[in-house]
């Protein structure tokens, strides 16, 4: 165990280094807005790796504007969102 834990500590060393020097754990906030993208690609039945840039563009924007609506729900505080698009 303790030899993998060297060569795992080391992988991350050698691609902290490709990636300029520093590499953060993403924040909990950043991890919720993913998995929120993540169901409304499942929501739209888009595989988000895989969609066409309009796609991407539609899920990006709706996952946006819940994130919004979502932190106003949470904290009562009213986010000012620009509408990307309008139906």
Do not use: N
């Not at 754990?25 to 739209?44: A, S, T």
């Amino acid at each position: 165990m303790q030899h993998y834990e060297a060569d795992y500590s080391e992988r991350i060393d050698e691609l902290a280094e490709e990636a300029g020097g520093y590499v953060a754990l993403p924040k909990k906030d950043d991890i919720r807005y993913l998995e929120l993208l993540f169901e409304i690609c499942e929501q739209f039945g888009i595989r988000y790796y895989t969609a066409t840039p309009k796609e991407k563009y539609f899920v990006d924007e709706v996952t946006r504007l819940t994130w919004a609506r979502m932190i106003e729900r949470e904290t009562g505080i009213r986010q000012d969102v620009p509408l990307a698009f309008t139906a």
